[in-house]
């Protein structure tokens, strides 16, 4: 009975109890020593770290023998694996045989017999090549839960939510976590190896061992790019877009320098496309799967969308256009809308000649809102006026509104209502042309008319807010989230113009729908409400409805805000003051 050639077993092995203990012994039980079973998993996702576990469960427990064999494709794998056969017939019982590392699976047809032992592969190969296999099962990465666990053990201490940001830091790689497991428990802590670049952690998992995310990150560059023309083409893109975000330089400066640095069609320098994946993944464009692949979301498709579009312009240019496209600044975990952010200011200041299809000028102008959300308006306004000046009017295009749209919010924000104003009106007006006039498009741009009118021709602005509201109830329906809203409008403009007791009614009757529609602590719903209150304390004689209003949108607030948001200050202080209005003073009060 022997166990040759076999691994140590690891000590911080957690995990994969689904494959371990269910799906590898269901289907050697099923393959009956005729088929081979194939654990398939990029390098570093734990393949071979399960097939050990599983060797060391099973023998001698269930296995008379078995047999560790790291396969290469050559003749000596293939001589090894006879010896091994050879041996399984002089026992009497079932044995196991491992086979770690095979690449061509062709090499193993004709060399496993027909009645033989159990068979363990493990392959890096693509499931289709796996024909003659009984099964193949995906190895992926640990889950969070399982990682965590393993990163405690090396530092029992560390806190949850920082083993979590570790583990995803790591791709939740076994053999990542693993290895930097290792030095945690040495001389590095969680804090310090969170703010390594990815060079940096690539070189400390290389110096600490032979399988690291740098294997997987080569299976990435592969899946990304097959032609590396277009591999030097992102590169350049990015280059020229010069965001200075990469974790060991600035591409803009070194495209500069180096104007021939990839003419060539030899393979891209690895740590170029190492940092090149690390940005595009933080940003949400591509993402890497816990099996290893990669999604590439709608980047390649975006790309290929402006090749037809525009084939006479070169590759860079477009790829620029796609990358522009692409980014969303909303997606992703806060963290990783902090560096969409940073990567949206240096799209905005690209030359808007360099950008010249509908799809990439509408891309282009949505990324203002980084600025709209950063309240530095007077960039927005400056960058929006260049947009216009290198682009024209574009009456009939989809970005010409959006740029009125967006000068509308900045000049509000710095409080310029008249310009603000006008801008509104003319976004109406071209969301009109392309949509028509009942379109929900145009009747949102209605809305932010009769909004910003409203601050200083309250009476004028009524009259639109009521046109409007009949309009989207016609074409959106009356419980619709913009009819109510406009509602709610109407009601605030109301009290504007002196109106309380119109604007109590009219504001509880809209307060209703919503909690009907929308729910009771929907953002708007107690916007109303909040309002009804201010409405009832207005009127001069209905201070207790207005107080248990105020209360209960205190009450609400805090529950969905906390007690420090600026919304649940609101009604605090107006629950307050109302209370303080309704309390009598005291006798030593008026004594006084």
Same mark, same amino acid.
């Given at each position: 009975m022997t166990r040759s050639a076999a691994p140590e077993r690891l000590t911080d092995f957690v995990g994969q109890d689904h494959l371990l203990e269910e799906a590898v012994p269901q289907h050697l039980r099923s393959a009956a020593g005729q088929r081979p079973v194939v654990l398939r998993g990029v390098l570093g996702s734990g393949a071979t770290a399960v097939a050990n576990e599983y060797l060391h469960r099973t023998y001698p427990r269930l296995y008379v023998a078995a047999e560790w064999i790291n396969f290469s494709d050559n003749d000596e794998s293939s001589r090894l694996v006879h010896l091994a056969l050879h041996r399984f017939r002089q026992l009497n019982g079932p044995a196991l045989l491992v086979l770690d590392g095979v690449t061509c699976p062709e090499r193993l047809v004709g060399l496993l017999p027909d009645h033989g032992p159990d068979v363990l592969i493990t392959s890096a190969a693509d499931a289709s090549v796996w024909g003659h296999a009984e099964s193949v099962l995906d190895v992926t990465a640990l889950p969070t839960q399982d990682a965590v666990r393993l990163l405690r053990r090396y530092q029992p201490g560390m806190a949850r939510s920082e083993a979590e940001q570790l583990a995803a830091r790591l791709d939740h790689s076994p053999a990542a976590l693993t290895q930097v497991g290792q030095q945690l428990s040495r001389k590095l802590s969680a804090s310090h190896v969170l703010e390594l670049s990815q060079m940096e952690l690539l070189a400390l998992l290389h110096r600490s061992g032979t399988h690291s995310p740098a294997d997987r990150i080569g299976q990435a560059v592969e899946a990304l790019a097959p032609d590396w023309c277009f591999a030097q083409d992102l590169l350049r893109a990015l280059a020229l877009i010069g965001a200075p975000v990469f974790p060991?330089?600035?591409?803009?400066?070194?495209?500069?320098?180096?104007?021939?640095?990839?003419?060539?069609?030899?393979?891209?320098?690895? /740590?170029?496309?190492?940092?090149?994946?690390?940005?595009?993944?933080?940003?949400? =464009?591509? #993402?890497? #799967?816990? %099996?290893?692949?990669?999604?590439?979301?709608?980047?390649? @498709?975006?790309?290929?969308?402006?090749?037809?579009?525009?084939? /006479?312009?070169? *590759?860079?240019?477009?790829?620029?256009?796609?990358?522009?496209?692409?980014?969303?600044?909303?997606?992703?975990?806060? $963290? #990783?809308?902090?560096?969409?952010?940073?990567?949206?200011?240096?799209?905005?200041?690209? $030359?808007?000649?360099?950008?010249?299809?509908?799809?990439?000028?509408?891309?282009?102008?949505?990324?203002?809102?980084?600025?709209?959300?950063? %309240?530095?308006?007077?960039?927005?306004?400056?960058? !929006?006026?260049?947009?216009?000046?290198? +682009?024209?009017?574009?009456?009939?295009?989809? +970005?010409? /509104? @959006?740029?009125?749209?967006? !000068?509308?919010?900045?000049?509000?924000?710095?409080? %310029? !209502?008249?310009?603000?104003?006008?801008?509104?009106?003319?976004?109406? /007006?071209?969301?009109? *042309? =392309?949509?028509?006039?009942? %379109?929900?498009?145009? !009747?949102?741009?209605?809305?932010?008319?009769?909004?910003?009118?409203?601050?200083?021709?309250p009476a004028d602005a009524i009259r639109l807010a009521e046109a409007v509201e009949r309009q989207q109830a016609e074409e959106l329906g009356e419980q619709d989230r913009e009819t109510l809203r406009t509602g709610a409008l109407i009601a605030r403009l109301q009290l504007s113009c002196l109106l309380p007791e119109t604007a109590a009614d009219h504001s509880r009757v809209v307060w209703r729908a919503q909690c009907n529609a929308l729910g009771e602590s929907d953002d708007e719903t107690l916007v109303t409400l909040q309002l009804l209150g201010e409405a009832l304390e207005a009127t001069g004689h209905s201070a207790r409805e207005a107080l248990a209003c105020f209360r209960d949108a205190k009450k609400l607030r805090r529950r969905k805000f906390g007690i420090d948001h600026a919304a649940t200050v609101e009604s605090t202080a107006a629950y307050l003051r109302v209370k303080g209005s309704l309390t009598p003073p005291s006798p030593h009060a008026r004594d006084r």
């Open positions: 060991s330089r600035n591409l803009g400066p070194l495209f500069l320098h180096n104007p021939n640095l990839m003419s060539s069609s030899d393979r891209l320098p690895v /740590a170029l496309v190492v940092e090149a994946l690390e940005l595009l993944s933080r940003r949400g =464009l591509i #993402h890497f #799967h816990a %099996n290893g692949s990669v999604v590439l979301l709608n980047l390649l @498709q975006l790309f290929c969308l402006s090749t037809v579009d525009a084939p /006479a312009r070169p *590759r860079v240019d477009r790829l620029v256009e796609a990358l522009v496209i692409a980014l969303d600044i909303d997606r992703g975990e806060p $963290a #990783h809308r902090a560096d969409a952010a940073r990567a949206a200011q240096h799209m905005l200041e690209l $030359a808007p000649d360099l950008i010249t299809t509908a799809e990439g000028r509408t891309a282009l102008v949505k990324l203002i809102r980084v600025n709209l959300k950063g %309240n530095r308006y007077h960039r927005a306004i400056a960058q !929006l006026t260049r947009f216009r000046e290198a +682009w024209g009017r574009g009456d009939s295009q989809v +970005w010409s /509104a @959006q740029i009125d749209r967006y !000068l509308a919010q900045a000049y509000e924000g710095i409080g %310029n !209502l008249r310009k603000a104003f006008a801008c509104a009106e003319r976004a109406m /007006a071209a969301e009109s *042309r =392309l949509s028509g006039n009942r %379109n929900r498009f145009t !009747l949102a741009d209605s809305y932010s008319v009769a909004r910003i009118l409203g601050t200083y021709a």
